[in-house]
């Protein structure tokens, strides 16, 4: 799409990148983050782990399948803005139910195109992430004024971001029973009780097209709400900012931990479960964002490609010692901690997303391990 309107992203080291508006005419501020899927890019936008960041799409051409509700992870994009090369507005898809552009105008999320996003990735592939300010371009006099307000930008831990994007009630949703890609046949009565720290739809999904019920509970849940559903076992959701934060839901992960039930924790829900066993998280320079991160499992040996989203991590050297917890996958491109596990109680983690969406498919056998654990 062309417009002669023009819009400024500009980042707190005093960059600025001089686009093209779409979405909703407003004004946004955040961190701004890149993802190097090819594809996806509405899932992108309606996964709550984004929520308080801007996010640059690193393929150029994007937009030019339009949108469908049945492809939404959230009742909501999340992103604060959307940041492209190009926003393809004449989309051709049979699914499609309207454009990348009417969807987040709908919403109330801006986006900037018609950009170098190759140069603004390699910056903040060498910065790491910024906070930053798009606003409407009035020329370079107001940009002092836009870095200082990019400057001031408040920390994602001083957000409330799991609050906000957390269901405020308990959801329950049925089984839907084999198929998509989820192997045939393997069909298992039970009920997860899944904490939404920021869920993503398709982590319900992948439980129930397995034949389990799942209720999603919000974020405040405590051991008591937990016991009241007499779940077969647990999952800590994926969502946003920092885990040092969550001291409710840390507290609610030792407590799960104490009863010994089926526990699974899934990208921030891993980093809670660190929390909840003594180590420590910490802020990794280059978060990670996309489809394509290469993850070596540690028991097996065996590699896999995963789906990331996420600017924290489990400090490798605070995992407690003699405490039945042990590192079973690091990341091949920088070493972090990838998973948790312990050796005698039904417990793991993950931190990629075995859900994809967007992302590869080949990780949904984390959710055969969790369920096996509940039927032993």
């Known amino acids: 799409m062309t417009t002669t309107d023009q819009s ?11 686009g093209h508006p779409f979405g909703a005419p407003v004004t946004a501020a955040g961190e701004v983050v890149f993802n190097t899927s090819m594809t ?72 900037l195109a018609g950009i170098d996003t190759r140069a603004l990735t390699r910056r903040l592939r060498t910065k790491g992430t910024m906070r930053a300010v798009l606003a409407r371009w009035e020329g370079a006099a107001a940009l002092a004024d836009l870095v200082a307000r990019a400057r001031a930008v408040t920390a994602l831990s001083e957000q409330s971001l799991v609050a906000e994007a957390s269901l ?14 989820d192997p045939p046949g393997r069909l298992y009565p039970r009920r997860v ?10 982590i319900a999904n992948s439980l129930r097209r ?17 016991r009241a559903l007499d779940p077969h076992g647990v999952v800590l959701s994926n969502g946003p900012g920092d885990p040092a934060v969550l001291e409710g839901v840390v507290r609610l992960a030792r407590d799960l931990l104490e009863a010994r039930r089926p526990l699974l924790g899934i990208c921030l829900g891993h980093q809670i479960l660190g929390q909840g066993i003594g180590a420590t998280t910490s802020r990794l320079k280059f ?4 489809g394509n991160h290469p993850v070596r499992d540690l028991t097996t040996g065996r590699a896999h490609i995963t789906s ?17 917890f042990f ?34 498919q080949d990780n949904q056998y984390v959710f055969d391990r969790f369920i096996e654990m509940m039927i032993r």
């Not at 308080?52 to 992103?79: C, E, F, H, K």
């Not at 009780?193 to 398709?202: E, R």
């Not at 990629?352 to 969406?357: F, I, R, S, T």
């Open 40 to 111: 996806g890019y509405q899932e992108i936008c309606s996964d709550p782990s984004y929520h308080g960041q801007m996010v640059v799409l690193t393929y150029p051409l994007i937009g030019n399948y339009g949108v469908a509700a049945l492809d939404d992870q959230s009742r909501r994009p999340w992103v604060a803005a959307l940041i492209v090369r190009e926003c393809y507005d004449d989309f051709s898809n049979w699914q499609a139910e309207g454009s990348l552009h009417a969807y987040l105008g709908a919403h109330g999320v801006p986006g």
């Open 327 to 360: 590192i079973s996958h690091v990341n091949l491109n920088d070493g972090s901690v990838e998973g948790l596990a312990h050796r005698e109680w039904p417990v793991f983690s993950v931190q990629y997303h075995p859900e994809g969406a967007p992302g590869p």
């Open 287 to 290: 978060g990670h964002h996309g």
């Open 8 to 18: 400024v992203l500009v980042l707190e080291d005093g960059s600025h990148f001089v």
């Open 308 to 324: 990331q989203n996420h600017e924290f991590q489990v400090d490798a050297a605070t995992v407690p010692a003699g405490s039945g």
């Open 168 to 181: 405020p009630a308990p959801v329950t949703l049925p089984p839907l029973g084999g198929g998509g890609d």
């Open 210 to 226: 397995r034949g389990v019920e799942v209720v999603v509970l919000p974020y405040s849940a405590s051991i008591a709400d937990v």
């Open 193 to 202: 009780a899944l904490v939404d720290c920021g869920l993503k739809q398709n």
